[in-house]
C-alpha cells in the first residue's frame, strides 16, 4: 500500500512539472509573431546566443518551481524521496528534466502563432507522454509471469527513454520500488538495498536526459538556421517574363549585366513562391538602388532624379540633396513585404540573389544585417519595456558604445518626437506613437540603407507630417531608404523614384513625374461659372468643340470637371483656349491638374488577382476624403478658426 500511494505521488509529479516547460514558449511565439526576435537578429544578435540567453533564463525560472518539489518532500519526510540515497538522485531527476524538457519546447515556437494554443497542446504532450508511459511499462511489469510482455515491456521502456517525461516518471517509480524492496527485505536481515544511481534503476534514465538537453537544443539551433529547409528550384516552373514596361525591362538588362554592382542594394531575379501556392508572391525582380550623395552642385544631377527642397525643409538651403529614397507600392498581396522579408533574412529566397553593399543576402546575412535598419510592417515592440529601454537596449545590441547609450537613446525620443513618452511602457502606447518607435529603432546605429515597411500606418496626419520630416531628414543624411506605401501622398513626398508592384512583379518603374507623363490620363480641368444659377450647357457645348475626346466627369450647379487626354492637348494650348473665352463664357476661374498618382496606382492595380484588393483600392480612392473630413472637424473648433485667420 505504501508502495502504491508513493507510485501516485510520482505521478502528480509528473502531472505538475509538465505545466512549467509549456510555459516557456509563451514568451518565444510573441516575440517572433511581433517580428521582435528577428529584429534582434538584423541587430546583431546570433541566434546560438538568442536561444542560449533564453535556455539559462528558462532554467534559472524552472529551477524556482524544482526547489519547491523537493523542500515539499522534505517537508513531508517522504523516505522513498528523501532519503540520504534518494535525495540527491531526486535532484538530479528533476534538475535534469528541465534541462532536457527545456530546449524540447523550444521547436514549437516556430510552430504556433498563438501562444496560448500553444501552451495548451504542450501541456497536454506532457501530460500524455509523461503519465501514460510511466503507468503502462509499470503496469506490465505486474504480469511477472508472461515472459513475452515482459520483452515488450523492456523494448518500450528503452524506446520510450527519448522522452524527458518518461525519464522523469519512471525514475521515480524505480526509485519508489527500489526503496520498497529494500524495505521489505530488511525485515528478513537482508540488504538487499541498490544504489539509485545504477545503470538499470534511475542511471540510464538521468544518461539519456543529459544527453537530449545538448541535441535538443541543437536541433533548435538548425532549426533557426534554416537546416531542414532546403530551397527549391523553380525557374523550370515559371513561364518566361513577357510583357514588361520599357522601364522595368531596361532595368532588369541592367542588373543582369553586371551594370548595379556599384548600387548599394542590388536586386537581381529575386523570386518566392510560398508552399501550397501556384502563383509566386515575388517574380523574379530586378531593380538597383544607388547610395544616397549629398552634394553642392544642381548641374551635376540626373534629370530625372532631382528633388529640390523648398526652405522650409532644412535650415541650410544653400545644400542640394541627391536623395535616394525608393518607394514600392502596391495593394495587399502584390508582394511588398515578402520582398522585404527575403531581404532582411525573415523568410527564405526560392530564387535569384540580392546583395547589399557587396555582401549577399543568402550567404552573408549577418553582414547584410549590420548595413540595415528595419521597421516591420506591424511593431516589433515588447510591451514590458518603455521607449528609452527599446532604444538603449537596440543600441547596445547594434554595437554602440556604453557611455554613448544614454546619449543615443535621448537621441532618438527626440528625433521622433517621443519625450512625453519615453518613460511609459510601449504596451500603453497608441498606433502612431509604436510606429514612430519602430521607425526609431530602425535608425538606430546610422545604417546605409532603412527598411521601412508601411512606416506611416495608422497615424493621423499631423504624426505622418512629422515622420515624413524626420524621414527626410535621415535622407538628407546620405542613407538611402527603401519604403513601402499605400499613401500616394507619401511617396510624392519623400521617393525620388518608385516601381507599382502587381502580382509579384514590376509594373512600372522611374520616377513620379515619369510615371504621371507615361501612365497618366491626361489633365483634369476645373471650371467654376460666375452666377447664382448659370446656365452650363454653352460651356459643355464649347468644351466638346474646343476639346475633342474630353469626358464630362463631375457636374455641379456652377461647377464642370473635364478629363482630358494629354496626347492632343498641351498645357500652353489648354490656357489659351480658356483665357480667350473666359468672358464669353462668364467663366469665374478654372484650373487645371494633371493625373495625381493615385489614379495611375489604381488602373495598374485593378490586375491584382488578390481578393482584398478591391477593399485596398476604395481605400485609396477615399484617402483625400478621409484627410479633408479630419481637417474639416479640425476647424469646427472656434479657437483653431481664430488662430487660422
Known sequence: MTTSVDVLVSICVIFAMSFVPASFVIFLIQERVSKAKHLQFISGVKPVIYWLANFVWDMCNYIVPATLVIIIFICFQQKSYVSSSNLPVLALLLFLYGWSITPLMYPASFVF???STAYVVLTSMNLFIGINGSV???VLELFTNNQKLNNINDILKS???IFPHFCLGRGLIDMVKNQAMADALERFGENRFVSPLSWDLVGRNLFAMAVEGVVFFLITVLIQYRFF?????VYAKLPPVNDEDEDVTRERQRIISGGGQSDILEIKELTKIYRMKRKPAVDRICVGIPPGERILNPQCLEPEAKLWYPPRFGTDMLWWYYIKCFGLLGVNGAGKSSTFKMLTGDTDVTGGEAFL???????????VHQNMGYCPQFDAVNELLTGREHLEFFALLRGVPEKEVCKVGEWAIRKLGLVKYGEKYAGNYSGGNRRKLSTAIALIGGPPVVFLDEPTTGMDPKARRFLWNCALSVIKEGRSVVLTSHSMEECEALCTRMAIMVNGRFRCLGSVQHLKNRFGDGYTIVVRIAGANPDLKPVEEFFGHAFPGSVLKEKHRNMLQYQLPSSPSSLSRIFSILSQNKKRLHIEDYSV??????QVFVNFAKDQSDDDHTKDLSLHKNQTVVDIAILNSFLQDEKVKESCV
Request: no cysteine; aromatic share 6%; proline share 10%.
Open 593 to 598: 491638374s494633371q493625373t495625381t498618382l493615385d
Open 159 to 161: 524506446v520510450f527513454l
Open 136 to 138: 503502462a511499462t509499470f
Open 357 to 367: 553593399k557587396g555582401n549577399s543576402i543568402l550567404s552573408n546575412i549577418q553582414e
Open 229 to 233: 529547409i532546403k530551397p527549391r528550384p
Open 113 to 115: 502563432k498563438i501562444p
